[in-house]
């Protein structure tokens, strides 16, 4: 979702030199020769320990940055960049989303959707005063070279956490209706190889997830290529769905303990989703549920399991 902010950046910079640091395990998703965004370059970012922070201090040195913006600050990217700001001379900026007193950003501690707050930061300290930029202006866009379509609907079945998977059976039998309706359509499950992936894939097995369903376990850079070339996404809200989106891949996402209106800052015709509204479950500590995994009894996952796999099928039918 990063991507968004980047592009505004590009708007307001269109010749500078935009590099857009990302986690390290994320980076490879980038390196793909076939895929182009608003950046100039990327940066494998890890600072997970001293020989880290070396290691990065002297890889930014080379990069002769005049500028370092952190868009999801954290205790550790503060001190780092700042230590790293002061050093070369040069300028830190940053947002964290989760301060709730006023900062120089602006609506610093709303609840908004997730490129708002990024663009909002980033306006702050690099924007044109009055011209706010609006987060369905600057949808997140990687661009693919020759890609070509065929008929295969990605089912994102992983997610962060329990809470937020809509249950294996479900698309067992969503599966099913499909290749009943449409035998010679093709449906992909894209799978890390993590323990947890792992035994979600044994699961599904044991399930009786039809034996035509293909578990894709290639490397993340061959995902955004992959993706654009499907019919469209369906699944639950984790970042295979964000890369749907990315590549202009149609979605169908599946919300239970947290709130669409802020982790689904997409436009909602190309990118439907399904949110059970009113769960007071659900925001019994926060506006969101935070659990790993639900603590009801009778009404276990009701946020997840209202939505039905033949419910599922009528939305996604016309779509096949």
Same mark, same amino acid.
Request: hydrophobic share 40%.
């Given at each position: 979702?990063?991507?968004?902010?980047?592009?505004?950046?590009?708007?307001?910079?269109?010749?500078?030199?935009?590099?857009?640091?990302?986690?390290?395990?994320?980076?490879?998703?980038?390196?793909?020769?076939?895929?182009?965004?608003?950046?100039?370059?990327?940066?494998?970012?890890?600072?997970?320990?001293?020989?880290?922070?070396?290691?990065?201090?002297?890889?930014?040195?080379?990069?002769?940055?005049?500028?370092?913006?952190?868009?999801?600050?954290?205790?550790?990217?503060?001190?780092?960049?700042?230590?790293?700001?002061?050093?070369?001379?040069?300028?830190?900026?940053?947002?964290?989303?989760?301060?709730?007193?006023?900062?120089?950003?602006?609506?610093?501690?709303?609840?908004?959707?997730?490129?708002?707050?990024?663009?909002?930061?980033?306006?702050?300290?690099?924007? =044109?005063?009055? $011209?706010? /930029?609006?987060?369905?202006?600057?949808? &997140?866009?990687? +661009?693919?070279? %020759?890609?070509? @379509?065929? *008929?295969?609907?990605?089912?994102?079945?992983?997610?962060?956490?329990?809470?937020?998977?809509?249950?294996?059976?479900?698309?067992?039998?969503?599966?099913?209706? =499909?290749?009943? $309706?449409? /035998?010679?359509?093709?449906?992909?499950? &894209?799978?890390? +190889?993590?323990? %947890?992936?792992? @035994?979600? *894939?044994?699961?599904?097995?044991?399930?009786?997830?039809?034996?035509?369903?293909?578990?894709?376990?290639?490397?993340?850079?061959?995902?955004?290529?992959?993706?654009?070339?499907?019919?469209?996404?369906?699944?639950?809200?984790?970042?295979?769905?964000?890369?749907?989106?990315?590549?202009?891949?149609?979605?169908?996402?599946?919300?239970?303990?947290?709130?669409?209106?802020?982790?689904?800052?997409?436009?909602?015709?190309?990118?439907?989703?399904?949110?059970?509204?009113?769960?007071?479950?659900?925001?019994?500590?926060?506006?969101?549920?935070?659990?790993?995994?639900?603590?009801?009894?009778?009404?276990?996952?009701?946020?997840?399991?209202?939505?039905?796999?033949?419910?599922?099928?009528?939305?996604?039918?016309?779509?096949?």
């Amino acid at each position: 979702m990063g991507l968004g902010a980047v592009a505004y950046l590009r708007t307001l910079y269109p010749k500078a030199n935009i590099i857009y640091a990302l986690p390290q395990w994320v980076a490879p998703l980038y390196s793909d020769s076939e895929v182009e965004t608003d950046a100039t370059a990327y940066f494998p970012l890890e600072l997970k320990s001293t020989k880290d922070f070396i290691k990065t201090f002297f890889k930014l040195k080379k990069l002769n940055i005049d500028h370092i913006h952190e868009m999801h600050q954290t205790g550790t990217g503060a001190k780092f960049f700042a230590f790293v700001a002061f050093i070369f001379g040069i300028k830190y900026t940053a947002h964290n989303h989760h301060l709730k007193t006023k900062t120089q950003v602006l609506d610093q501690g709303l609840i908004k959707p997730l490129i708002q707050r990024d663009l909002d930061g980033v306006y702050s300290f690099l924007g =044109i005063p009055g $011209e706010i /930029p609006h987060y369905l202006n600057y949808e &997140p866009e990687i +661009k693919i070279k %020759n890609s070509i @379509k065929c *008929k295969r609907i990605i089912f994102g079945v992983v997610a962060t956490r329990h809470t937020k998977m809509w249950p294996l059976e479900n698309y067992v039998m969503l599966a099913e209706l =499909i290749l009943k $309706e449409n /035998p010679e359509c093709e449906i992909a499950i &894209p799978l890390s +190889k993590s323990e %947890n992936d792992r @035994k979600i *894939k044994a699961e599904l097995i044991r399930l009786g997830l039809p034996e035509v369903v293909k578990f894709v376990e290639s490397e993340l850079k061959k995902l955004p290529k992959f993706f654009s070339e499907s019919s469209f996404y369906f699944g639950n809200d984790t970042g295979l769905k964000h890369i749907a989106v990315a590549v202009n891949l149609k979605s169908f996402t599946l919300f239970g303990p947290e709130p669409a209106n802020e982790w689904h800052p997409y436009e909602t015709t190309n990118h439907q989703y399904f949110f059970e509204e009113n769960l007071s479950c659900r925001t019994r500590k926060y506006h969101y549920c935070g659990l790993e995994t639900c603590d009801l009894l009778e009404e276990n996952m009701q946020c997840m399991k209202k939505f039905t796999p033949e419910k599922a099928f009528l939305v996604i039918k016309p779509y096949m």
